[in-house]
């Protein structure tokens, strides 16, 4: 059962007939207590009161206090003793019924005119309350339901939609999950490798269809998978196109996030499904297992913003589009193919030209690539070497020895519990062989119970402890393994530059300037080697 986390809500104007005491502030909140009382499922948190304020406006201090809770989700639930409690206003009253507490998730109770936005029997006599309290023209107020009802499903986390993307399905023990479709899944990995090797999405389009593999829509289809109408863009002919690619490669579901709440109808009146802004998307972390990295979606993110900058029509993408940076200008430069006496040759050049007050000199691809990779070399072997004196720092020794020692002292409580464990199992044993009394089985017994929960209890905290540790290094340690694994770089391809590459300005004929991804961390190792140095 869900359990509601409500404010009281009270609010009596100087307007207010002092003579009727059923209104008063008193009264208010004691029938509010005792609605409460007979509904176990709801817990009052908080008690917010605006003494002396019109239900004309909603600009009252304790009511705002309130809203705050609510956007902070510290609240979804508001109970007032009748509908004028909350406002007067009918425009007003009814966009906080109809339209913000149904987005947060919140249920609204007004006691005496019977609304509870939690009941479902209380359709009727939320409209027939609606209507004669308002008397508005609103339609139907089912939706008010089950949108409330949706909105925190989302905000939990469930999966609410009808077809899960490509690559998942909907899990068989929990249909509000998604569960990794193997097969579709293998593609969609297939697809972002592709892209980070450097391939367009068109050519990963034309690469699928020479594969002969079924699109999305045909994939889903021929498996009685649930498919949105008009949701892909290779529906006619049941091929792979490049728009489908490129949302596969920007749909952050893939790295285990789910996102909802994209598109909604933001007036109930309004039937057509809107775009929401990106700000009002409801997230959720780590909702289902992720298909791709997020280290790998980020950095195709990244290329693709490269690519539309660059070569948006063209199906390849060369080693340094997007990159290269001219210093002059600081436009983006790009690669020009020049014949010569039969061979080609193959230049970067910056696109404003000397027409436009640009003088940077066009540069040779097979220059460039000889200069960035010497570069790339001798940056490796200083995140290699980096990354050993890193090993041997204070700061890296403390923490190995204190992970020493919590493993040892888990590996000590594994043992104890196994003996306990083998204690507890001859007990009983002892006790059908007349061994052990039986006010004495139960007391070992209890004993020994305690022992294990104890010491389980221990290893826990210790494992936490440990893992803490652990992932504060790997967490430093990743973007050093990830210059690690071009050590044995011998020539240059796509997506080596752009793993390791951030931008290359030429700054003349025959110089350049490159900056590395990781440029802070890798200043930030340096300066941690150089203060342990200075501190020596
Ligand atoms: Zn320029």
Redesign the pocket.
Known sequence: MQTWKAAKYVRLSYTDDKSNESDSVQNQKKLIDDFVKNNPDIEIVSEKVDDGYSGIIFDRPAFKEMMEDVHAGKINCVIVKDLSRLGREHTETGRYLRRIFPAYGVRFIAINDNIDTAKDSSGDDLAVSLKSIMNDAYCRDISVKTRSALAAKRKNGDYIGACPIYGYRKSDENKNQLAVDEYAARVVQDIFRMKIEGASALSIANELNKQGLQSPFEYKKSNGLPCPSGGYADKDNGRWSATTIIRILQDETYTGTLLQGKQGTSNYKLKDLSTKPVSEWIRTDNAHEAIIRKHDFDLVQRIMHMDTRTAPDEDKVYLFSGILI?E??G?RMTRQTVPYKGIKYYYYR?T?GKKNG?N?PKIKESDLMGCVLDLVKSHVGNVVSLDELLNNTCEQNINRKLASQYLARIKENEKQLATTKKYKASLYENFVSGILSKDDYKLHKNQYAEDGERLENAILLLQQELDGIQNNTSERLRWIEHFKKFEALTALDRKAVIQLIQSIKITGKSEIEVTFRYQDEYQKAVSIITDQREAV
């Open positions: 001219c002059c200008c436009a910056c404003t640009c940077a």
